[in-house]
Each structure stands twice: as C-alpha cells, then as structure tokens.
C-alpha cells in the first residue's frame, strides 16, 4: 500500500526565512511525486512535480528515494506563500491511485 | 478557458437523503477523478473515469456512493441515504491524458454537510 505522511499540520515562519515542509512516503516501486498548494479561498493547484524537476515560484523539491523523502523547500519565504501544502504520490505503471498527505499549513509572517 | 466546475457549492442534507454532485471537467479533459476530502484531511480517492468508462472505483467507501460519466464528459457523483460522516469537501478534477504524470486540474469543491 501507498503512503503519504506529512508530519507538520502547521508551519510558521517569518519574511525571507528559509522555508522545508516535509513529506515522506512508503511506497514499493517507483514513485511519481507532486506539490500541490491551495492558497486561501482557491482552488487546489499543482505546484511542481518530481519528474518535471522544475523551479515553481522559487520552491523545488528533490526526491530521495533512500530517505523516502520528497521535502518542499524555498530559501527565502514571502508573505504570499501562506497557503496549505500537500504533497501526493501516484504509482507509475498499472493502478495509479494518486494519494495525498494531510497537508501543511504555511504561514509566513511579515 | 473555463476550468473545472462542480455544483452546487454547497449542499445541506438531512440524514438519509439522496443527493447528486455534479461535475464538468475541462473540455477534451480524457481522464476525470472524485476526492472526498475530509476536515483536517486530504484529498482521498474516490473513483476514476477515462472517458465514460469507470475504471477504478476501489475508493468509493460504501455501496450508496455511485458515480457516472454516460458521455465521457460532465459527471455526476450521488451518494443515497446520506449519512453524518458522508459530511465532506467532494472534489472533482479532471486530467488531458491518462498517466501518473499528468496535470490534475481541480475544481472548486462541493461542500457537503449531512444534518
């Protein structure tokens, strides 16, 4: 079985700290991994995924597949990317139930 | 373009109630997915379509939840005899193609609430 264990429900900092929300996953095979953020009163939204490996609003994220760890992370935090974080799994090949963390609350603190 | 819509936005029920979700996906969208997602929680799957045909509904937690897509497009998430822990955020998104790497697009939610 997959899963997705996001171990911080709320995550507070200040303006231009550095920011990593953490996502670990259990999965047997080869994992496709995703950001997904919703910011207040939107919609939920991808935000980067592993195999694109991408820059999206200065947050990327680097698989390891020996920690079983695909963690966000940003160098600078702007007001702007309070938002809740999930991160999500999908197996490649066959079934791809994609499965989702509980999510992150980000707030960042003027 | 327009992205993905769901209706209504909201729904009250009182316990044992039908009720039906609707959702249009983006057009041309192939596949088509439905969340539940609870307070606190996130998004669990429920079902997916590609095209009109239901291809995983391992998710659904009970025979009174069925879901449809006759046309391979707009679909419709009911759930009879509602009970209180069917209270939820039901989310509907929807995808170009088939595969593990494709752009999930989502739409807003229905927000379920079972008195």
């Known amino acids: 079985a997959q899963r997705v264990t996001q171990p911080e429900k709320l995550l507070s900092v200040f303006k231009g700290a550095p920011v990593e929300l953490k996502c670990n996953y259990s999965?047997?095979?080869?994992?496709?991994l995703f950001w997904y953020v919703q910011y207040s009163r939107q919609r939920l939204q991808l935000l980067l995924r592993?195999?694109s490996r991408e820059s999206i609003k200065g947050f990327t994220a680097d698989l390891n597949k020996g920690e079983t760890s695909f963690h966000l992370k940003k160098p600078f935090a702007q007001e702007e990317d309070s938002a809740m974080y999930y991160c999500?799994?999908?197996?490649?090949?066959?079934?791809?139930?994609?499965?989702f963390g509980r999510g992150t609350s980000l707030i960042v603190h003027p | 373009g327009a992205g993905v819509s769901q209706s209504p936005r909201y729904k009250v029920a009182k316990r044992g109630q039908d009720v039906a979700l609707r959702c249009d996906p983006i057009?041309?969208?192939?596949?088509l997915f439905w969340y539940q997602q609870a307070l606190g929680q996130g998004p669990e799957f429920l079902t997916y379509?590609?095209?009109?045909?239901?291809?995983?509904k391992s998710g659904l937690p009970s025979d009174r939840f069925f879901a449809e897509r006759p046309e391979g497009s707009v679909s419709t998430l009911k759930i009879q005899r509602t009970q209180q822990e069917d209270s939820a955020v039901y989310l509907c998104?929807?995808?170009?193609?088939?595969?593990?790497?494709?752009?999930?697009?989502f739409g807003p939610g229905t927000r379920l609430t079972v008195l």
């Open positions: 998104a929807s995808s170009f193609l088939r595969g593990p790497t494709d752009t999930q697009y």
């Open positions: 999965y047997s095979g080869s994992p496709e």
């Open positions: 592993h195999i």
């Open positions: 999500a799994l999908s197996a490649s090949g066959g079934s791809y139930i994609p499965t």
């Open positions: 057009s041309g969208h192939v596949s």
């Open positions: 379509f590609q095209n009109e045909a239901q291809l995983d």
